[in-house]
């Protein structure tokens, strides 16, 4: 009873009718009731990977960013920049970039994707970090940006290689976009800003769409025969196979961008200019070095390696810790992402983890374990 009262309490998306509908397990995720699964998690797995999957990613928080009165969007571009090591300015019409927000410390306040385009700078939260986020902003954004939470807005992402077929039929256009690139596009009568962009390292879209009519747009998706509806746990295990970072388990206010090998988001421009929070930090960790690093790791039995677990060298010397594991549908194998020690990458170790009692042989992996496959041109 009481598990029931809790899922109760928990927000609800404009997708929610779809879940009964197609029989999703349902459970409590960031403040939301979401699905973990439909028709099992490998099958979704295997079907984004190999078809298209599609993914009700509403409860992300949607926030655009406008110039105040007599600012320009330049000085709002200019304020964001003292939060994020990113290259804010350097985004061209209707790009989308990844990128960090930071504290004093270096830290990772969370990860999100940005765009811009003629009238406003949106941003796409994770849903756990909406409020930290926003308290954020608000104290540094506060003479420039008009700071608005779009909850009349729902996000529907649909991934995998034939994710562009299956959206052109509502909308050939589609098929010109980039990766990372948007524009407004009509879907099935509806006027959407689509994205090609993605979290699952398949060629994909992201769709936002007015609350009200994004049923009808996931609905005309669904129809068709190369799309399935995705659940929490596919996502999840795509983005591992990824080797994507997840807010809360690779990234978190004590892990730093380098740390988490993400240095690529700091562009050249920004490193000179040194005026983003935590920037000492971060750049004596390009110049200097880290104590820990990413790394994928790859269990040597069938045993799933997770969250949690301790990595030892073989002589049993604690060299790091596992953030995300479980099982790759499309690897064929266990799979996890941790931090462990820059000497330990530099030996190529294989290590033992150490979760409830029992010993996991695993040795440090490439990242990604399985190639992505974003349309580049």
């Known amino acids: 009873m009481g598990e029931t009262s809790q899922i109760r309490e928990q927000r609800r998306t404009p997708l929610h009718h779809l879940y009964a509908q197609h029989g999703a397990k349902v459970v409590p995720f960031a403040g939301f009731e979401l699905p973990l699964s439909f028709d099992g998690v490998i099958n979704e797995h295997l079907a984004t990977r190999n078809?298209?999957?599609?993914?009700?990613?509403?409860?992300?928080?949607?926030?655009?960013?406008?110039?105040?009165?007599?600012?320009?969007?330049?000085?709002?571009?200019?304020?964001?920049?003292?939060?994020?090591?990113?290259?804010?300015?350097?985004?061209?019409?209707?790009?989308?970039?990844?990128?960090?927000?930071?504290?004093?410390?270096?830290?990772?306040?969370?990860?999100?994707?940005v765009s811009r385009n003629e009238s406003r700078i949106r941003l796409v939260l994770n849903a756990s970090q909406v409020d930290v986020d926003l308290a954020?902003?608000?104290?540094?954004?506060?003479?420039?940006?008009?700071?608005?939470?779009?909850?009349?807005?729902?996000?529907?992402?649909?991934?995998?290689?034939?994710?562009?077929?299956?959206?052109?039929?509502?909308?050939?256009?589609?098929?010109?976009?980039?990766?990372?690139?948007?524009?407004?596009?009509?879907?099935?009568?509806?006027?959407?800003?689509?994205?090609?962009?993605?979290?699952?390292?398949?060629?994909?879209?992201?769709?936002?769409?007015?609350?009200?009519?994004?049923?009808?747009?996931?609905?005309?998706?669904?129809?068709?025969?190369?799309?399935?509806?995705?659940?929490?746990?596919?996502?999840?295990?795509?983005?591992?196979?990824?080797?994507?970072?997840?807010?809360?388990?690779?990234?978190?206010?004590?892990?730093?961008?380098?740390?988490?090998?993400?240095?690529?988001?700091?562009?050249?421009?920004?490193?000179?200019?040194?005026?983003?929070a935590g920037s000492e930090v971060i750049l004596d960790q390009i110049s200097s070095g880290t104590h820990r690093t990413r790394v994928g790791i790859s269990s040597l039995t069938k045993r799933p390696i997770r969250e949690g677990a301790i990595l030892v060298t073989q002589a049993g010397q604690e060299v790091g810790t596992v953030t995300s594991g479980g099982f790759g549908p499309t690897y064929q194998g266990p799979i996890a992402?941790?931090?462990?020690?820059?000497?330990a990458v530099r030996d190529e170790a294989h290590l033992i983890a150490h979760a409830r009692g029992k010993e996991f042989p695993c040795r440090i992996a490439d990242l990604p374990f399985v190639p992505h496959n974003y349309r580049r041109n």
């Open 136 to 276: 954020y902003m608000k104290r540094v954004l506060v003479e420039t940006s008009d700071i608005m939470l779009r909850d009349d807005l729902a996000q529907i992402a649909l991934q995998g290689p034939k994710a562009v077929s299956a959206l052109a039929e509502l909308n050939g256009d589609v098929a010109d976009l980039s990766f990372m690139t948007s524009g407004q596009f009509e879907l099935g009568g509806v006027d959407c800003e689509v994205s090609r962009s993605g979290y699952t390292g398949e060629d994909g879209f992201e769709i936002i769409v007015d609350s009200q009519n994004a049923a009808a747009v996931a609905d005309s998706l669904l129809t068709h025969s190369d799309v399935t509806i995705c659940g929490l746990g596919a996502r999840d295990s795509l983005r591992l196979e990824a080797g994507l970072c997840l807010y809360g388990h690779e990234l978190n206010e004590g892990t730093t961008p380098i740390e988490a090998r993400l240095g690529w988001t700091i562009p050249r421009r920004r490193r000179d200019d040194a005026t983003f």
């Open 337 to 343: 992402m941790g931090y462990v020690t820059p000497q």
């Open 51 to 113: 078809s298209a999957g599609l993914f009700d990613v509403s409860h992300m928080g949607i926030v655009d960013l406008f110039p105040k009165a007599g600012r320009s969007q330049t000085a709002v571009v200019e304020a964001l920049e003292r939060i994020t090591p990113a290259g804010i300015a350097e985004l061209g019409n209707n790009q989308l970039q990844y990128a960090l927000l930071t504290n004093e410390q270096g830290g990772a306040v969370d990860d999100f994707i």
